[in-house]
């Protein structure tokens, strides 16, 4: 993997042309659909320029004449193609009440982002009014909110998260420690935006630009996730327009994962014991048998056939 230096992610990408991603229709899939389970994940190469030739290209980029954040954290991220496999989103375990006061990421987002005083009543729940800064729509029944992963879970996945704890995974996904990790949208600018990073999807609302670029940065930057070939040429074209008044975020414990062998059929209690069958197949583990494996127990046999994580 390649580290971009700030000398390449200033001003101008010279010899190289961005084009801003078309509004997409209104078939993009929802992110709240489950997506397609997938057997253990396997590295799947992309078709992406190769982080040496993106160099190149940004190596053409003069430095910028003032301090600029985004010019920082952009220089801060690794270069790496994603990893193109093994991704469910029961992988990230969110909307959970970290600190047990009755009221769920999801409502403590509404709770904070609310422009006017939020009433919370009986079970937390919130009124108030919101502005989508997807859309610029402002919006006052919170049912036609979505609270979006700045960076989605998918987009998270594929840039590094694939290897991490389940635990650093749900950390992520109910970040409320940086303002710019979960956001109050509409449901229709949430599903436009999809898992899509800013090489093809940048919201409508313009002069929210450059909001939104810190926050990609800033999310990344906190969860030391890799940019990809053409996500760092897109924000290289963007950052230079933004020389705003941003700070460097906190960065998280990340905990990654313990190299899990391939699946195998012996050895009982090896398994860490995961919270799904999904999360164990994707780290290598089953299937087990009843009778045979102890970890049968441990998971759910959906169809009854003797056989669980197959």
Not at 142 to 159: F, G, N
Request: glycine share 6%; aromatic share 8%.
């Amino acid at each position: 993997m390649k580290r971009i230096s700030v000398a390449l992610v200033s001003l101008l990408l010279v010899g190289c042309t961005y084009q801003s991603p078309e509004t997409p229709n209104a078939t993009s899939q929802s992110p709240s659909e489950t997506p397609t389970q997938t057997e253990s994940p396997t590295n799947t190469p992309s078709n992406e320029p190769e982080p040496s030739a993106v160099e190149t290209t940004l190596s053409q980029i003069v430095e910028p004449e003032q301090e600029n954040v985004l010019v920082e954290l952009l220089a801060a991220l690794e270069i790496s193609p994603e990893f193109q496999s093994g991704y469910d989103r029961d992988l990230f375990q969110h909307w959970i009440d970290a600190d047990s006061d009755g009221c769920n990421t999801r409502r403590e987002v509404l709770i904070a982002e609310s422009v006017a005083d939020p009433q919370i009543g009986e079970r937390c729940s919130v009124f108030g009014s919101w502005i989508s800064p997807y859309d610029n729509r402002q919006i006052n029944d919170p049912s036609e909110l979505d609270i979006d992963h700045m960076v989605p879970l998918a987009e998270a996945w594929r840039s590094g998260a694939y290897q991490w704890s389940s635990e650093t995974r749900k950390r992520f996904a109910n970040d409320l420690g940086f303002s710019g990790s979960l956001i109050a949208v509409t449901a229709s600018s949430n599903r436009s935006k999809s898992d899509r990073d800013p090489a093809s999807w940048l919201p409508s609302n313009t002069p929210y630009l450059c909001q939104y670029t810190y926050d990609w940065l800033a999310v990344k930057y906190r969860w030391s996730l890799t940019v990809d070939s053409d996500e760092a040429l897109a924000l290289a074209e963007l950052v230079p327009n933004c020389p705003g008044d941003y700070s460097i975020p906190n960065k998280a414990e990340i905990v990654i994962a313990p190299s899990q062998p391939a699946p195998r059929s012996t050895k009982a209690g090896e398994d860490p014991r995961f919270g799904t069958c999904r999360e164990a197949k994707a780290n290598g583990y089953g299937p087990y048998v009843r009778g045979v494996h102890s970890e049968y127990d441990w998971y759910r046999d959906g169809d009854s056939d003797g056989t669980v994580c197959e």
